[in-house]
């Protein structure tokens, strides 16, 4: 147990892979969660939805919610991971750059929180219990 506190050995790839699962699915369903609160509330969201990139804020909720939900979904899953990642990044670069610019940390920390889990699964990828691994497996990995 000391050696587990104290000494920072990487773990082994069983670990790190079931480990790599259990986030995935978990910050998924958490992302999901936003996108399916803007699913149900999309009529009265459409018209109060912020621009921050001047689409228009009906264009704007789509991308988001899509991002937000479908993306949680494929990320869920391991499947085009690094690929549905990049507009949940892109999502979370807008909410906390340009949508929060001017509010306090406070409020626009929970999107900096995802930005950054978004950028560590998109370097660490899906891991090998992932759709993923099942269709793009590189030959001669174990």
Do not use: C
Request: positive net charge.
């Amino acid at each position: 147990m000391k050696n587990f506190l104290l000494y920072s050995a990487p773990p082994g790839e069983r670990l790190l892979n079931w480990t790599l699962l259990a986030f995935r699915i978990t910050v998924a369903i958490l992302i999901m969660a936003h996108g399916w609160q803007k699913i149900q509330n999309y009529s009265y969201l459409s018209g109060v939805f912020p621009d921050p990139i001047g689409l228009g804020s009906q264009i704007s909720l789509l991308l988001a919610l899509s991002a937000e939900f479908a993306g949680g979904l494929f990320v869920a899953a391991g499947l085009l991971t690094r690929l549905s990642l990049i507009p949940l990044t892109f999502t979370m670069i807008i909410a906390f750059f340009v949508t929060h610019a001017a509010d306090t940390f406070q409020v626009k920390e929970l999107a900096f929180v995802y930005l950054i889990i978004f950028i560590v699964l998109f370097l660490f990828g899906p891991g090998k219990y992932s759709v993923d691994n099942l269709l793009f497996k590189v030959k001669g990995e174990k």
